[in-house]
């Protein structure tokens, strides 16, 4: 792996957000309407006399590291699909630049967005509900890094689907990450999920990520057996994202789609 | 003469329809190769398969004496594409553009060799354009400006002409020709512009329905077929006067 092409290329998607102002707004945008529209109705539900202690903690920080496996996604297909809207994959793949590089930089400009959008939020929640994301202390670091994991797995498949399915599969980008928002055990704990969920957040790493995330809160004991479960499938899952990306990337070549991409 | 690209049994068929029947050709050092035939002979799908764009369902092809499975990162390179399908991010100026491929292919003092080929395709005052602001022509220009940054060997163009002006693509076609004479740059290119194709191409493979049905200098082709022009030659094929 050549680093000098991976961070050449996450170069382009910098320059991208100096000149594209919609592109730059995403990253006030939805953090801005988010932390609005939920913050408030956390205000409020507090106010109401919940038996939850510290209920605007807990939802205000959900709300937060959600975004971040959101964002990580996104940086993940978002910037693939630029590459397909502005027609440059085959400028791409006959470059020098090898598969596993491109994704790579694609990992590393994820992080960059990330870092950018939690920024904004973090520091609007600090400034909106006096709410301080870092209370949960150096916890944060692994729940964020599983979080940031999880959302690269679900980023590079979602590429693959796009490249093999093309335009259709676009809606992916915006819709894939939701799909596990439920079993995510974000605003609730895993316990008010029905068995057969329960069974299937066992086996999803954001799930262990917010149990943990909610004992932080509320006791301030460290999770480790959450947050160990949760690398724990993070690195079974992202093994097997890469693995599917390469095996459709075999596919796609195959069936000569890589140049009707886009079309 | 050493064959820098040689193409063995080509063939590639897409749910069971050949595009590609095992066709077969060399291309030289310091040789411009026409490939030419109707819409949806094979040309495009042949190209992708050079580049390993699309996978072979048979048949080989090396680069430089070697398979691209070989030494992927060493031929590409020493290799280059561009044609009327592809564009570069349309938020980014040219200058942008061209210095991310310049470090993608490792060019050394990139600014100068930026500017080098800015001149060379009349582009210098588009340089801080953003791409999204320009015209077909002057995006296939810029195309071919990044085909060039790493001083390819090997030159593979897919329809590089089609969205020129006449005068834009005459003088590519020198500077093409001019990269050929100083150091033996060889060129695989689809037209369907067949005067162009018969004062610029040293050799021609005429393609119909997956197969080389000619291959040879374009008089000698002109001769066997009996046409004044390629252009002749051509329509007698794609009509089926010919066989
Ligand atoms: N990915 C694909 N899947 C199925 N069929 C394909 C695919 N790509 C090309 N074909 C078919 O293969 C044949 C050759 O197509 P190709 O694009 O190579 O033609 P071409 O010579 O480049 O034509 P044109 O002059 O129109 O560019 C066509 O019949 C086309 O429909
Ligand atoms: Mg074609």
């Known amino acids: ?263 | 003469m050493c064959a820098l690209v040689e193409v063995r049994g080509l063939t590639k068929v897409f749910n069971g329809v050949a595009a590609v029947d095992n066709i077969s050709f060399d291309l030289y050092e310091g040789e411009i190769l026409g490939l030419i035939g109707p819409n949806g002979a094979g040309k495009t799908t042949t190209l992708q398969m050079l580049l390993d764009l699309t996978t072979p369902t048979s048949g080989e092809v090396r680069i430089f004496g070697k398979a691209i499975a070989e030494d992927r990162a060493a031929i590409l390179k020493a290799v280059n594409f561009s044609s009327s399908y592809i564009s570069l991010p349309h938020s980014l100026t040219v200058r942008e553009n061209l210095s991310i491929f310049a470090r993608l292919y490792g060019v050394a003092k990139r600014a100068g060799r930026i500017r080098e080929l800015a001149l060379s395709f009349e582009i210098e005052d588009i340089l801080d354009v953003p791409v999204r602001r320009l015209s077909s022509g002057q995006i296939t220009r810029v195309c071919l400006a990044k085909a060039l940054l790493n001083d390819p060997l090997v030159l593979f163009l897919d329809e590089p002409t089609a969205s020129l002006d006449p005068d834009i693509a005459d003088k590519t076609r020198r500077l093409l020709q001019n990269i050929k004479a100083e150091r033996g740059l060889a060129i695989l290119y689809t037209s369907h512009n067949m005067k162009e194709m018969e004062e610029f191409s040293d050799r021609v493979v005429f393609m119909d329905m997956g197969r080389i049905i000619a291959e040879g200098r374009p008089d000698g082709i002109k001769e066997r077929f009996g046409g004044a022009s390629l252009e002749e030659v051509f329509l007698k094929i794609a009509r089926g006067q010919a066989r």
Do not use: C
């Open chain 1, 1 to 263: 792996m050549n680093l000098w092409r991976v961070f050449a290329y996450a170069t382009r998607h910098l320059y991208l957000y100096k000149r594209s102002l919609p592109r730059l707004m995403e990253v006030f945008y939805w953090p801005l309407l988010d932390l609005l529209l939920w913050g408030f109705v956390t205000v409020y539900l507090g106010r109401l006399q919940t038996p939850v202690p510290g209920f605007v903690t807990f939802f205000i920080g959900a709300l937060i590291l959600w975004d971040m496996l959101f964002r990580s996604q996104q940086g993940i297909s978002v910037s693939f699909l630029e590459d397909v809207w502005s027609r440059n994959l085959l400028n791409i793949f006959v470059s020098p630049m090898t598969q596993a590089e491109y994704i790579a930089s694609l990992l590393v400009i994820s992080v960059v967005k990330l870092i950018l959008t939690s920024t904004v939020m973090i520091t609007l929640a600090f400034v909106l509900y006096s709410y301080n994301v870092f209370h949960m202390g150096l916890s944060l670091i692994p729940l964020i890094a599983n979080l940031i994991v999880m959302g690269w797995s679900i980023g590079i498949i979602t590429t693959a689907l796009i490249l093999r399915f093309g335009q259709e599969a676009e809606v992916l980008a915006w819709g894939v990450a939701l799909l596990f928002q439920p079993v995510s055990a974000v605003f609730y704990p895993v316990s008010v999920l029905p068995p057969p969920l329960r069974a299937v957040a066992r086996f999803t790493p954001s799930a262990h990520v917010f149990e943990g995330m909610r004992s932080v809160i509320a006791s301030g004991v460290f999770p480790t057996g959450e947050a160990l479960w949760a690398a724990g499938l993070n690195a079974a899952y992202l093994s097997l994202a890469i693995a599917f990306f390469s095996w459709n990337f075999r596919v796609v070549k195959k069936k000569g789609l890589l140049v009707k991409i886009g079309e």
